[in-house]
């Protein structure tokens, strides 16, 4: 009698590797996902608004509860202006998204080190730092380049890619 093949022990393992991909993947396409950005909707136009935008990627339900911003001092922070709240809580299904504007971090974005969202759960989804970055570029170069609006449409007309 000889013992088992190379091929056979090899066989076994790839079935027993397929069988445990099989039975945890459906949990692992059904977790909680939450992408945030931030954007400027107007991009390079006059309107510099920063919107925090939020996409449920998951395959579950999320429901976002607050928007927070870790300044200078490191601890998250809730900051709204009377009036000015957005609504929230926001239940987001799967693939849905959510665009909301926060005056304060429109005006303090170079002073905003990250941005939190905090879901029903209590979990904290960071901001992507690479939309962070591009929002500051976008708000803060080309408006100290040109003052005004109409400086940098005509810029813009003039060096145009043909």
């Known amino acids: 009698m000889s013992g088992p093949n190379t091929w056979e022990i090899l066989t076994a393992i790839g079935t027993l590797g397929a069988v445990v991909v099989a039975l945890f993947l459906p949990m692992w396409q059904a977790r909680r996902r939450l992408s945030v950005q931030v954007a400027t909707p107007g991009g390079y ?8 935008v939020m996409t449920n990627s998951g395959g579950k339900v999320v429901t ?11 601890k998250p922070e809730e900051r709204f202006e009377s ?7 926001h239940t987001l299904r799967s693939g849905d ?3 909301l504007t ?7 974005l170079a002073e905003v080190k990250d941005i939190l969202v905090e879901d ?3 979990k904290l989804w960071r901001c992507d730092a690479k939309s962070h970055r591009a929002a500051l570029s976008i708000q803060g170069e080309k408006r100290r380049l040109f003052s005004h609006g109409k400086e940098f449409d005509e810029w813009a007309e003039k060096n145009k890619k043909k």
């Open 45 to 52: 136009k006059r309107d510099k608004t920063i919107s925090v």
């Open 102 to 108: 926060f005056p304060y971090i429109t005006s303090h």
């Open 120 to 122: 029903s759960l209590g």
């Open 83 to 89: 009036g000015n709240t957005p609504t929230l809580p």
């Open 97 to 99: 998204f959510i665009s």
């Open 64 to 74: 976002v509860v607050r928007v927070l911003t870790k300044g200078k001092g490191g």
